[in-house]
């Protein structure tokens, strides 16, 4: 059973950016979808984007389109994600979620979730 | 575009059953069958409870079930019990020229 597994908390200034990982361990991370999904505190679930890692599309929310970058490393079975132009409004908990390999949006294995608070 | 619309909370006794309701547009849920329902219990990753509008995940409980209407989808959890205390989101694919997803803005489920 894969695991995916996160950076920890980061703290960045406005205007700054952040690199979050999620590595895979027990597997690798194959033809699955990596997806990552924001969540602000006590709100709701945001999808921003994804990455098939075999052969490395990505997709992008066209909200964040303009300030993140998804990459992989398949050498080491890891998934990055950039977010730059931080402002407060990114202070959240960010999950990265892995498909079911059929490329549907249904997310059965999910990180423990990073936190990164934006505050000056 | 906007989330998709569920109630804020919705509440039951243990043992009955409840319904939450997901409504989206045109553009998502009712054009594809590519619902899903999420669980999420405080300080903790969502869970996959169902998708495909009505398939569960191996393990989830048959209590758990999933429908679709038109431009709206429900969740019903017959036999509440106090585990079931939590936040549901559904989601669907919302994409047309591109991969596109949305959330629902969830909701809290208290077992009385």
């Known amino acids: 059973q894969v695991q995916l597994v996160q950076s920890g908390a980061e703290v960045r200034k406005p205007g700054s950016s952040v690199k979050v990982s999620c590595k895979a361990y027990g597997g690798t991370l194959s033809n699955h979808a990596i997806n990552w999904v924001r969540q602000a505190p006590g709100q709701g679930l945001l999808w921003m984007g994804r990455i098939i890692p075999i052969p490395g599309i990505t997709n992008y929310a066209q909200k964040f389109q303009d300030r993140v970058t998804i990459t992989a490393d398949t050498s080491t079975n890891t998934v990055y994600i950039d977010l730059t132009s931080l402002r407060s409004e990114d202070t959240a908990i960010f999950y990265c979620?892995?498909?079911?390999?059929?490329?549907?949006?249904?997310?059965?294995?999910w990180g423990q979730g990073t936190l990164l608070t934006v505050s000056s | 575009q906007s989330a998709l619309t569920q109630p804020a909370s919705v509440s039951g006794s243990p043992g009955q059953s409840i319904t939450i309701s997901c409504t989206g547009t045109s553009s998502d849920i009712g054009t594809h069958n590519l619902v899903s329902w999420y669980q999420q219990h405080p300080g903790k990753a969502p869970k996959l409870m169902i998708y495909?509008?009505?398939k569960r995940p191996s393990g989830v409980s048959n209590r758990f079930s999933g429908s679709k209407s038109g431009n709206a989808a429900s969740l019903t959890i017959s036999g509440l019990q106090a585990e079931d205390e939590a936040d549901y989101y559904c989601c669907s694919y919302a994409g047309y020229s591109a991969f596109d997803v949305i959330f629902g803005g969830g909701t809290k489920l208290t077992v009385l």
């Open positions: 979620a892995r498909d079911r390999g059929d490329g549907y949006p249904y997310f059965d294995n």
């Open positions: 495909e509008v009505n």
